[in-house]
């Protein structure tokens, strides 16, 4: 069996020699073993767990999942990945080890793609032009993974985890669902071609699965009003955006003042507003 760095070797120089990497749709093809073997690992990928991939490109990280014993469910929008995957893996494809979708992942049912049932994983290097929206329709379909790892611009990933202590939608739409934490950062000389910013590896864990719709409802009602106008305190804003009523309500659960504004607000903040509202 070829080891990983020389399976990595080998798509480097196809990609160099055959695939040209397209920026309409944001590829930036990851080359370095050592970041895929920790993306991976940090999915404590397993013999016989169920991954989506979204994006697999050539498939170098797609080779790892596999190399663990996941079975795979890559989804990918570039059909010219078609002919290089299918060579690549026709094995692993013949055996249904790995699972191809030529599709666009955002307008996919992803309970139409996992058996019914089962517990997976998502694991993926995404663009970066589309991180929120991937990271978003991950967590809110009906089908949740129990764990993703997602490799991101860094800056979106320290945003996520709100190191300056200011929230935004995208940190809070991902901490109501789970648990994010930064397993390590990526060198923009890590890919092909290399991107003028560094990655990091973003994962998510405790991925919650049995959320009350008429609170999710709330929550997002919330947090999409209050964050309406930057410029604006967080009451106004949800004023503006629901009813009198609402914000009252959200007043008073949170004992506000009235100055307060939607960055400055804790996770648990909104959290309780949903409930009262």
């Known amino acids: 069996m070829a080891t990983t760095e020389k399976v990595s070797e080998l798509f480097t120089y196809k990609m160099k020699k055959e695939i040209i990497p397209k920026k309409s749709f944001g590829q930036n093809f990851l080359k370095n073993p050592g970041v895929i073997k920790k993306i991976v690992s940090s999915g404590e990928v397993k013999k016989g767990d169920l991954v989506l991939e979204i994006g697999p490109g050539k498939g170098a990280l797609t080779k790892e999942l596999l190399l663990n014993g996941a079975t795979v469910f890559a989804i990918e929008k570039d059909i010219q990945m078609k002919e290089v995957l299918e060579e690549t893996f026709s094995k692993e494809i013949k055996s249904k080890k790995l699972n191809l979708i030529f599709s666009d992942f955002l307008l996919e049912d992803i309970s139409k793609i996992i058996p019914k049932g089962k517990e997976f994983k998502v694991i993926a290097n ?4 589309i991180t929120g929206a991937i990271i978003e329709k991950t967590l809110s379909e009906k089908t949740k993974p129990s764990l993703a790892v997602f490799l991101i611009q860094k800056e979106v990933a320290e945003r996520i985890l709100a190191r300056n202590k200011k929230e935004s939608i995208l940190s809070l739409s991902v901490k109501v669902f789970g648990n994010p934490k930064i397993i390590m950062t990526v ?11 560094d990655s990091a590896v973003l ?3 405790d991925i ?35 009813d009198l009523e609402s914000a009252q309500k959200f007043k008073e659960s949170l004992n506000l003042k009235g100055n307060e504004r939607a960055e400055d607000l804790a996770l648990s903040d909104w959290v309780s507003g949903a409930e009262n509202i």
């Open 126 to 129: 995404i663009p970066y032009y």
């Open 187 to 197: 060198s923009r000389n890590s890919f092909f071609p290399a991107p003028k910013v």
């Open 203 to 205: 994962k998510i864990s």
């Open 208 to 242: 919650k699965n049995n959320f009350n719709k008429n609170f999710e409802k709330n929550f997002f009602a919330l947090v999409k009003n209050g964050f309406a106008h930057k410029r604006k305190f967080v009451l106004k804003n949800i004023e503006g955006g629901l």
